[in-house]
């Protein structure tokens, strides 16, 4: 499209309607460092003025917080090893190597995204219950990777296939075999690719809820979304902790967008309108 | 002649087919065991009588339909479906309209497009956990933020607790799960109009077509395809919400945000009535599937229309 005739105005705007977006982000922030006698009343402060770190000091002193945080980093970390030991091959073999049944195997990865987490929680906590890793971190992972496996195949192979085939093709002329090829000359081309299926995989299990509620109800291993979510039961009107509570939650979230953002919006396009 | 990948008669590919095999098989086993056994199972458990000693192990018996029936009669489970439609309905409406203002919006080049498209792109991140804390906050009654506007711009009587009165509780939520969509669906759409040859606008401003007219008969029937598949995952994705209205309102006040996904907590978390639950669960799974069939046929037609370039 040709450049608008005032571009500057355009930013102006955009900026507004960005902050007006994002004043519930703010307003966590700003709630977050405003002393705790200030928080209610009818008459809200827009700023944090004076400005306080108490809140934060408050939240970070339960064990239970600092304990949840660690559960979520361990599982996340999970989520993203299983899902690309797993996804990689799978999609390469599905993008590259022509067998019977592949075209049924991309169908049900489609499929496989479909149902609400809640309605495979409820035989997951029958079944890993029996199977002895209910309330266990491989539990909570293997439930999460459920969510981000079927996502990282459809992501990573249309960019698989967008590798050149010349150049395996070379490698395989040259001795190679499929996973020297897959290891020299595919995976290095693919970074772009691991680094979004990485960094969603991350996120999808740092945010996961649901599994994290029904599957663990041990404190030693629940996420720490399901910790905020009790926070909210329990300390219902203890806002400045909360806010607090939650804007530590966010900091990995927005770090790993801040290092991945390219990657991740190109990942998410791909992933959703073609495949 | 080169060796092919594809190619299928040649000895080294058929080596090369097994390792493909051998490749998919890890992947494959697990979500076989983790996602694909445990749907089955529930299905299995929808029709038996299983109560909280399933749990160990113990007697299980065949009731047939009885769960799907005792579901069906169940006022509540019907409370919980139109409570879903509404929030579904309501939720798409909103997210895609706002989402494809805002597409039109940036896909006009301007400084700082990208960093301020990143930045709207945070809300859809978020923990949905955290949303939902966010938005409990924001529209608490007293000292909410959004009420505090509200009183800013018009009578007092436009606050209130609107995730503590009944009637309003559901619009709450909606509110909260439409700031989260938005962003998704003005990212999809944006590439959908970026698909558009710009040419075609340049010739229609030269023939004296107004910007109106410019998107009412070049933007939108050629963002048609586009729109349809967002509506879809949309759709899907707005269906199995759970989280940011568990934290919100745990489905109340007295029900008045319990959709099916919540009902079907209820149901087997709560009361342990895992036969019922486990039905319950197999009919949530008919929106989602009749969605996913509309997308998959949408993506066949596509890749055909593109084999044929």
């Known amino acids: 499209m040709k450049p608008a005739r005032r571009p500057w105005l355009l930013t102006a705007t955009a900026t507004l309607i960005t902050a007006a977006f ?51 980093l361990v599982i996340s970390c999970g989520v993203v090893a299983l899902t690309l030991l797993f996804g990689v ?84 002329v040259d001795g190679c075999g499929l996973v020297g090829v897959l290891l020299r000359i595919v995976l290095p081309l693919m970074v772009p690719g691991l680094v979004a299926v990485a960094g969603l995989s991350f996120l999808i299990g740092w945010g996961e809820f649901v599994f994290g509620l029904t599957l663990a109800k041990e404190p030693g291993v629940q996420p720490v979304t399901v910790l905020l979510n009790s926070f909210v039961g329990q300390h219902g009107t203890a806002w400045g902790a909360l806010m607090a509570t939650a804007a530590v939650v966010c900091v990995p979230v927005v770090c790993v967008f801040a290092i991945f953002q390219r990657f991740i919006v190109g990942g998410l396009t791909a992933g959703s309108i073609k495949s | 002649m080169r060796p092919r990948l594809t190619s299928a008669s040649r000895s080294p590919s058929a080596r090369l087919r097994r390792t493909g095999y051998l490749f998919t098989l890890p992947g494959l086993a697990f979500l076989a065991l983790f996602l694909a056994y445990p749907l089955l ?37 019907w409370h919980a479906a139109r409570l879903s439609v509404v929030f579904t309905v309501g939720s798409l409406l909103f997210q895609f309209t706002i989402g494809f203002a805002l597409a039109l919006f940036f896909a006009r080049p301007f400084p700082l497009n990208g960093l301020l498209r990143s930045l709207l792109l945070v809300a859809w991140l978020l923990p949905p956990v955290v949303s939902g804390t966010l938005f409990r906050w924001m529209l608490d009654g007293e000292s909410g933020a959004y009420n505090a506007l509200l009183r800013a711009v018009g009578p007092d009587t436009l606050a209130r607790d609107w995730l503590i009165d009944p009637g309003t509780a559901l619009a709450g939520v909606v509110f909260a799960n439409v700031w989260v969509g938005v962003p998704f669906n003005m990212l999809l759409l944006l590439v959908g109009l970026h698909t558009i040859d710009p040419e075609l606008h340049e010739a229609a401003a030269i023939d004296g077509a107004s910007a109106w007219q410019r998107l009412r008969w070049i ?25 940011i209205i568990f934290v919100m309102t745990g489905g109340g006040p007295v029900d008045a945000t319990s959709v099916l996904s919540l009902y079907v907590y209820e149901v087997f978390f709560r009361f342990f009535r895992f036969g019922e639950g486990a039905a319950a669960g197999v009919l949530l799974l008919v929106v989602p599937l009749l969605a996913g069939i509309g997308y998959v046929r949408r993506l066949r037609r596509e890749e055909r229309e593109e084999g044929a370039v």
């Open chain 1, 22 to 72: 994002l004043l519930p982000v703010y307003w966590m922030l700003n709630t977050s460092l405003t002393e705790p006698d200030r928080i209610l009343g009818e008459s809200p402060r827009w700023i944090p003025a004076p400005l306080t770190t108490e809140n934060y000091s408050a939240a970070l002193d339960d064990d239970a917080l600092v304990q949840a945080l660690f559960n979520s």
């Open chain 1, 89 to 172: 091959p799978l999609s390469y073999a599905l993008a590259r190597v022509r067998m019977r049944g592949s075209g049924t195997m991309v169908l049900a990865l489609l499929v496989a995204q479909l149902p609400p987490s809640i309605v495979l929680a409820a035989p997951l906590f029958i079944l890993e219950r029996r199977a002895g890793i209910d309330d266990t971190y491989l539990g909570l992972i293997a439930a999460d990777t459920t969510l981000t496996l079927p996502f990282a195949v459809i992501v990573l192979r249309p960019v698989l296939r967008g590798v050149p085939r010349e150049l395996e093709e070379a490698a395989l």
């Open chain 2, 41 to 77: 199972y529930n299905a299995w458990t929808s029709v038996h009588d299983v109560g909280l000693s399933g749990l160990l192990g113990g007697a299980t018996r065949f009731n047939g339909l009885a769960n799907y029936r005792a579901t069906v009669a169940d006022p509540d489970f």
């Open chain 2, 219 to 243: 933007t939108l029937p050629l963002m048609r395809p586009v729109s349809v598949t967002v509506l879809l995952l949309g759709l899907v994705y707005t269906f199995k919400v759970f989280d």
